[in-house]
């Protein structure tokens, strides 16, 4: 079959950074004569991209793994190709324990993708791994967000070294891209109509050390600002002992820079944070929560924690609920801590029950939830800049998201309009009533 009659279906899983190696995938892919279907049961090559974070990651990945094999024995698709995290992390052992995959691709390995594939569609097996720091992060992508946004890049790999994560051993050393490369990245999908930039990754506070020998964020930013057409700068995975005060008045002072942080705290407890092998106590991040709030007033915050850490004691817990009280997150993520091979924190002796580990995670997941009805029913009566997303016939209902909202993470905004609307159409947005922890709202002049 030749490759112009080649249709291959992308499925990728986990955080945004992997989906930005998707979409350099299949821009190579594209180029190279591919096609592309919706969904793997109309596809002739489905591409797993896999997350191998932790382990509920690791069981949705094998979980489509599963069903993917069972298409190919029952003849819907040809070929199985397996990239990302999981197959970075596991390499041979994965190779062998499934044979039915025609490709397994390490991160090294992107920018031979459209050759990889060629060879497979020739009936050879292809299992290629290189060193992790030889991942590319350059070359053109083919967008699967929506038109209006697209997630920007800024470096790979980790040098933090939390006791709990094993993204050092998958991704390597921490890598900035240079300025001018993300820079001219950023205006070319200006220029391809996106207005909303989401800087990615995997400690963005951290950018240029590598690089320049100084945290170059707030210098980058202020070159995104400059590019026209952008309307939104949105800043997720930012550690909070490189929130500095430069950074602070960047986001404060441009107004393209939405006032929206995320800032994965995972505790507020030293000893803990200690043991997790990052820096601060609950004093340290108390001072620079309440900065951001005075410094940027209508900020809106967004953390993670991890609940059942190796030794987490019920008066620590009790802390972190308090904590995460006090501290009134306008968005929460909670994981019970999952226990990784190779991590130091796997070692630990004093590991904690399942049970007790879910059980803390839904009693911070409930607490969020009431203050998060507390907050939406004090927005009722305001209205919000929103950008419209797409159309629910059931609900009869425009959805959409303000600055507020992160994309893919942290839901809609409901509402009704008068005029038909388009994807990515700006409008401002009353808000009318709270609906099980939904802004619903309608278009006002």
Known sequence: MENEKMKVAVVSLGCAKNQVDAELMMARLSKAGYKFAEEPGLSDITLLNTCGFITSAKEEAIEWLNELITLKNEGTIKYIAVSGCLSERY??????????????I??????????????????????????????????????????????????????????YCAIPQIRGHFRSRTMENIVSEAEKLAENGVKELV??????????????????????LEKLCKIEGIKWIRLLYCYPERITDELISVIKREDKIVKYLDIPLQHCDGEILKRMNRAGNEQSLREIISKLRREIPGITLRTTFITGFPGETEEQFNALGEFAQDMKFE???????????????????????????????EILEEQQDARVAELFNSQIGET??????????????????????????DGMIYFTSEKRLSEGEFVNVKITKSVENNLVGEVVK
């Open 106 to 163: 390490g991160i090294s390995e992107y920018e031979r993708i459209a050759e990889i594939f060629d060879k497979m569609t020739n009936g050879e097996r292809v299992c290629v791994f290189g060193e992790k720091e030889k991942h590319s992060m350059e070359g053109e992508r083919l967008l699967s967000t929506l038109p209006h946004y697209a997630y920007l890049r800024i470096a790979d790999g980790c040098d933090n070294r939390c006791s």
């Open 331 to 361: 968005r929460m993520g909670c994981f019970a801590y999952s226990e990784e091979e190779n991590t130091p924190a796997a070692e630990f002796p004093d590991q904690i029950e399942e049970e007790v580990k879910e059980h803390r995670k």
């Open 384 to 409: 919000f800049e929103v950008v419209c997303e797409g159309y629910d016939r059931y609900l009869e209902h425009y959805f959409g998201r303000s600055a507020a909202y992160a994309p893919e993470i």
């Open 199 to 220: 800087v990615i990754a995997q400690d963005t506070t951290r950018y240029g050390l590598d690089l320049y020998k100084k945290l170059a964020l707030p210098e980058l």
């Open 91 to 104: 390499r041979e052992e994965f190779v062998k324990e499934y044979p039915e995959v025609d490709a397994v």
